[in-house]
Every structure is written in C-alpha cells, then in structure tokens.
C-alpha cells in the first residue's frame, strides 16, 4: 500500500528525482525556453556556475541533470564534510577519466561556502586548465562568500524557493507515482503544503512520513487528524 512495502528503501524526495529537465518542478525563470539554464543544458558544453538559493528548490538535482546531459563523470563532495584529500581524491579521478575514458568531469560541491578560502583556491586550477567543470551549491550570498577568483570563473544562477503550485504539482505527482494514488482533503493538503515554506525536499519527507501514517491507519484519503 502507497508503495512503501519495498525492502531496499529509499527516501521518497530520492525515488521521485527529477530524470530530465523536463521533469524538474520550478525555477521556470532558469529552465523555461530561452531562459539560461535551459540554453546552458541546450549548448552542448558545460560551463562552471554557482547555484544560490534557499534549501530544496533543486540545486542537486540540476547538478546531477547537466552531468548527464553532458555524459559527463560526476563527482560530488559536501564541503561540511569533505577536506584536503577528498578535493584532492577528486581530481585525481577527473584525472583518471580524462585519460582512461576520454570524459569530461563535473565536479559538484555542495554547501561551498562552508569551505575555506584556501579549499575554495583548491579548485581554481583545474578549473582554468578544463580538468573539469565546477558547480557550487550554496544558501548564502556568493559574493560574500565565495571567493571571487573562483566566483569570477563561474556563473551564478539565483534559484527561488518553490511556489505553492509548484509544491501542489509535487505532492500530486508523488502520489500518482510513488504513492498508488492516495489522496487528501484540500484542507489536509494545503496544511502539507504550508509546512514546507517553499522546500521540496522537506516537503517530500512530510509527506512520506504522512503516507506512512495513513498506512498504519489503513485509509486512502488523507485528512487534518493524520496531519496532526
């Protein structure tokens, strides 16, 4: 029931990610025709960027989308997380696919201004030589925060948080897909939506934890009293 019997789990913001362009909800200002991201993924050449904006409006996704688009190697490091050697991991293995496949690499970091200025140069190098090319993540301002030879080589895209219709959009689609059609009231679904305050990820999580709820409850039709 709702698809949660599976036993190898994946989250559900995991199994609904977006596969194309076409598919992604939102930032219709980066993605519609004519607009940059959309020529960008059109071009035939990846360029390195900054992707700015709040949390679960798509950053990931778009980096994981343009490095197949490109059929590209992607590589991917948290910089809470990651340090010295996982940059330097990193390149090595860009190094490995230009020379062994013939690939282009994208190098993904999530969270860059959590990384300092000497990690940040880390990556400018390889960068200008084409080893591979660099997208950041960040929720903060990249002028403030990403040093500015590296932002000075990238191009920054503003992402938005999501709209209440494209959250709707959302919630409709993981539940004809991912949810064997459970439904909601529009009271219970304008809750879940509220809840999210423009955030995708957290608002696929609530609605996971919701669907598991209405399991246990054994009823197909979502109202406040599961919300609660």
């Known amino acids: 029931m709702f ?4 036993t190898n789990y994946q989250p559900l913001a995991e199994r609904l990610r977006p596969a194309t362009i076409d598919d992604v909800i939102g930032q219709q200002h980066l993605l519609g025709a004519g607009k940059p991201l959309r020529v960008a993924f059109e071009s035939g050449e990846p360029h390195s960027m900054l992707l ?7 950053k990931t996704t778009l980096a ?3 490095a197949q688009a490109f059929n590209a190697e992607f590589i991917a490091l948290s910089a ?13 293995r860009a190094e490995f696919v230009r020379a062994s496949m013939q690939r282009r690499t994208i190098l ?9 200025k000497s990690q940040q140069d880390a990556f400018l190098p390889h960068v200008e030589s084409g080893l591979f090319s660099f997208i950041g993540a960040t929720t903060e301002n990249p002028s403030f925060e990403v040093n500015s030879a590296l932002l000075s080589r990238s191009a920054v895209y503003v992402l938005k948080s999501l709209t209440e219709s494209d959250l709707e959009q959302l919630v409709d689609r993981a ?5 064997d059609g459970l439904q909601f ?15 995708g990820r957290k608002l696929l999580n609530n609605l996971d934890i919701t669907a598991r709820a209405a399991q246990a409850k054994q009823v197909r039709e979502v109202d406040s009293s599961i919300l609660a």
């Open 3 to 6: 698809g949660l019997e599976q």
């Open 52 to 58: 700015w904006g709040p949390p679960g409006v798509g």
């Open 64 to 66: 994981r989308l343009m």
């Open 80 to 92: 809470v997380l990651s340090g010295v050697k996982d940059i330097r991991d990193a390149v090595e």
């Open 108 to 116: 993904f970091v999530d969270e860059v201004h959590r990384f300092n």
């Open 175 to 179: 539940c004809v897909r991912e949810l």
């Open 185 to 199: 009231t529009a009271e219970a679904k304008a809750s879940l939506i509220a809840s999210a305050d423009g955030d």
